[in-house]
Each structure stands twice: as structure tokens, then as C-alpha cells.
């Protein structure tokens, strides 16, 4: 929802370009290689969305008939429109974790033995903020124990990090720090950093060199690229220091929440910019109505919950807003 601001704009119209395709972008370059070094990463690949990000990790890990792991509201399952088989032939065995982060016990519970009879447990894929768990965050020492688990298997582990600086600034880290013992590891740009578009996946310098002969084949060769990238660069240098703003708002919002008597809040679960509500009704719709006409943006997260997301576009104004619309439908 963010979009870009003005200085952005102006990055994008006197950006250097050139032809990404043919690696002669050097806007492109410079902002793979600020964010390889950002995830402490041989290399680094731009791409235009988190969804192609996800896939193109997928297609170079995996082979046709091959399994990923992966907890069961994740967003390469949920909410990539079949990817991981239209494109790369993999079945994904799923994982229930409440928090989106399952145990290394629930894992290895399901990494497939060496039998022609089975696919071939290939990749572990982890989320982190994992956003339909409401922006919940793992630390390096839960990660590592996950991908340790992988490892061992044989397995290869790719994390989704569309917003693993909210992440970072959550646990006041290093993001490079979250993905230490990930082969893979994505970044959105358009998210709370507030790019227009794109998304980089990072890993090795073999993998990355796969990554983008994949890019192509997906139709995500971009030409004059550096316009875009631009503003990329803007969002990684500005974008992570507003974070915790969006952080700080969140809480607020959410508690103000909890004070609702008809609704179901988790304020301890609000960890980073998103926040989830159930209304405790047969239909969350009148709810979304009423938040629409006045003038606040809310989605569907299921049939019984609705999602709020902070973002940099957005003040504190915003937030008593939400309230104000959501104590009057109490009322009402």
C-alpha cells in the first residue's frame, strides 16, 4: 500500500540505467550488491515481486517430484496461486505451528526416509515475519535450530523475509544475523520500506547464477531496470529507521483493541507492524463496511479475522481513527 515518496520519485527519473537482462544495469547492481551485503550474502538477484522472489528459490532448490516443508499458512502455499507446482513440479507436506514457526520436533517428524516409494524432503521454507501468524517473529537461535534440523536431512532451508527487517528492528539484530543458516533468503522492497516495486533473493554466488537463467525463464528479465532499483536503494537505506514507528503504532492499535469488549485481540502477539482481530461474529463484512466508509483499509484474513498493517504512509492520526469507527460499531 505504500507508495513512493518524492525523493524516490526523484532517484527514479535521474536514475543511470541500463540493460538488466545483459547485466549492464549499474543502479541494478549496486542495489544487489547493498542488499547481498545487508543479508551477509555472496550474491544477490532483483526480481519484481516476493512471489517471484519465493519461486525462483523453489526452482532451483527443488527437482520435479521433490517436497518442501512448510508451515501451513505460509505464503509460497497460501497465497502464490499454486506456484510451487505450476512451475516447479514440487509437492509441499504442511506444518501447524500457532505462532507460523513450527518445532525442529514437528520437522523431523516429517523429513521423508530414502525410499523410491516417497519424494525426496528437498527444502525447509520458513517465514519470517510470518504474516498470517499476524507479523510474528523468530530469532536467530529458533532459526538456526530449524535449519540444523534441515541440514541434517540433506535438505536445503529458504527463508521468506518479504519483511525481515520488521523482523530485525523487532529484535533490534542484524538482519544478516536471521538468515545466517538459510541457503536462501528473499527481502521486499515494497512493503514497509516503501519501494514501488521489487524484491531480491539472495543465497551463493552458484545458486544466485541459477536464480537469475530461472528469472528469465519466469519472464522476470527486466530492461532498463535501474528506475526501479532507484528507489530501492532509497527504501534500504531510509526505509529500516521508520520501522519501529510502525511497530510502536501497531501496539497501539492493538491495545486500544483489546479494550473492545466484542472483540478477540492478542497484544502480545503484535510484535511487529500487522495486527490481527476477530470480532467474535458470524461475519466479519459489516465490520470491514463500516471501517471502509470511513475511510480505513482493512483485509480479510479469514472468514472470522480481519488484518490491520502499519506502514510508513500512515500516522497516529490513523490509528485513532480505526478506533474511533471501531468503538462506534461496538455501539451500534
Known amino acids: 500500500m505504500t507508495k513512493p515518496n518524492a525523493a524516490m520519485r526523484r532517484a527514479m527519473v535521474d536514475a543511470e540505467v541500463g540493460d538488466d537482462v545483459w547485466g549492464e544495469d549499474p543502479t541494478v547492481r549496486a542495489l544487489e550488491e547493498q542488499v547481498a551485503e545487508l543479508l551477509g550474502k555472496p550474491a544477490a538477484v532483483f526480481v519484481p515481486s516476493g512471489t ?42 504442511t506444518l501447524s505451528a500457532h505462532d507460523g514457526f513450527p518445532s525442529p520436533e514437528q520437522v523431523q517428524s516429517v523429513v521423508r526416509i530414502d525410499d523410491p516409494h516417497y519424494p525426496r524432503s528437498r527444502l525447509l521454507v520458513m517465514e519470517n515475519t510470518h504474516n498470517m501468524a499476524g507479523g510474528r517473529v523468530a530469532d536467530s537461535a529458533r532459526i538456526g535450530a530449524l535449519a540444523e534440523i534441515a541440514h541434517a536431512a540433506s535438505m536445503q532451508v529458504h527463508i521468506d523475509g518479504a519483511r525481515l527487517l520488521n523482523a530485525a528492528v523487532s529484535l533490534g539484530c542484524a538482519p544478516s544475523e536471521l538468515v545466517a543458516n538459510a541457503d536462501s533468503t528473499t527481502l521486499c522492497l515494497s512493503k514497509g520500506l516503501g519501494a514501488p516495486v521489487g524484491s531480491l533473493l ?24 535501474g528506475i526501479l532499483a532507484a528507489a530501492g536503494l532509497l527504501a534500504v537505506k531510509e526505509g529500516p529507521a521508520l520501522l ?68 510508513r504512509d500512515l500516522d497516529d492520526e490513523c490509528v485513532q481513527r480505526c478506533l474511533t469507527i471501531c468503538r462506534a460499531f461496538q455501539a451500534s
Open 202 to 225: 539472495a543465497g551463493r554466488e552458484d545458486f544466485i547464477h541459477e536464480a537469475r537463467r530461472a528469472r528469465k525463464a519466469f519472464g522476470g528479465g527486466m530492461r532498463q531496470a
Open 52 to 93: 517471484m522472489a519465493n519461486q525462483l528459490a523453489i526452482h532451483v532448490h527443488c527437482r520435479p517430484g521433490d517436497e518442501l516443508i512448510c508451515e501451513e499458512r505460509s505464503h509460497v502455499f497460501y497465497y502464490e496461486g499454486g506456484a510451487i507446482a505450476r512451475l516447479s513440479g514440487t509437492q509441499v507436506r
Open 244 to 311: 519501529a514507528v510502525d511497530h510502536r503504532r501497531a501496539k497501539t492499535l492493538a491495545s486500544g483493541l483489546a479494550e473492545l469488549s466484542w472483540v478477540s485481540v492478542d497484544v502480545s502477539a503484535t510484535e511487529s507492524n500487522i495486527v490481527m482481530l476477530e470480532p467474535g461474529q458470524a461475519s466479519v463484512q459489516p465490520l470491514l463496511q463500516q471501517l471502509a466508509e470511513g475511510g480505513v483499509r482493512a483485509s480479510l484474513a479469514s472468514p472470522t479475522r480481519i488484518r490491520f498493517v502499519l506502514h
